[in-house]
């Protein structure tokens, strides 16, 4: 019997096999408020059934954050099981959106969620200016 090799991949890599599980068709949804990051699958999928009153078993991808903003989790229903992705900030903090609504989801871009990721400001957040310089 041989034994399969294994591989250890880069920071890149594994975003990128998350890039390609969050489906064109489906949501990414960021909770608005923290979440107790010892919750597990069943933990988190209770809070979008109970909390938001959304069904984890649609295939979007949902975010969850930390009060501390150092670490994120991500679940996601592949039609055999859950998938879920955890990532914690050795240095630094996600930028998360300070969102003040509880029981809110909002939705965002997949571009944003790999700016999310790697631990840069999402664009949908980038304060705006309203006026114009004359």
């Avoid at 034994?3 to 920071?11: H, N, V």
């Avoid at 890149?12 to 010892?38: C, F, I, N, P, T």
């Avoid at 150092?70 to 630094?92: A, C, H, N, P």
Wanted: glycine share 8%; hydrophobic share 35%.
């Amino acid at each position: 019997m041989e034994l399969e090799s294994i591989s250890f991949s880069t920071t890149g890599d594994s975003l990128q096999e998350l890039l390609s599980r969050v489906r064109e068709d489906k949501a990414v949804l960021l909770a608005h408020h923290y979440v107790d990051m010892r919750k597990s699958i069943n933990g988190l999928a209770g809070i979008l059934q109970g909390e938001y009153g959304i069904d984890p078993f649609s295939g979007d991808s949902f975010l969850f954050c930390n009060r501390q903003k150092d670490k994120v989790k991500i679940i996601q229903w592949d039609s055999e099981g859950f998938i879920l992705t955890y990532k914690r900030m050795e240095r630094g903090k996600f930028h998360w959106p300070n969102l003040n609504e509880s029981g809110t989801l909002t939705t965002i871009k997949r571009s944003d969620l790999k700016r999310l990721m790697k631990g840069l400001v999402m664009e949908q957040f980038v304060p705006r200016r309203n006026y114009v310089v004359v």
